[in-house]
């Protein structure tokens, strides 16, 4: 299985509610260095299987989505999320 492979798993695995952060996806898929790879993989998905939204910065800030920041930001309040950054 090769990385990308492995942080498409961990991902389709994050539940509803909860987050990952970048460098937490590239430790557990084996390399806890690649957190960069893991946006890059991210990124480039198409797999609405893989809820791609529900991976953020490791400071705790939203970080990048294809469809725009406030759009993850919604798609995880929807979600029941609870970060710093969503608005009540």
Known sequence: MTFRDRVLEIVSQIPKGSVLSYGQVAEMAGNKRAARAVGRIMNANRNKL???????????????????????????????????????
């Open 50 to 88: 893989v809820p791609c939204h529900r991976v953020i910065r490791s400071d705790g800030s939203i970080g990048g989505f294809r469809s725009g920041a406030d759009r993850k930001a919604k798609m995880l309040k929807e979600e029941g999320y609870k970060g710093d950054w969503v608005k009540e």
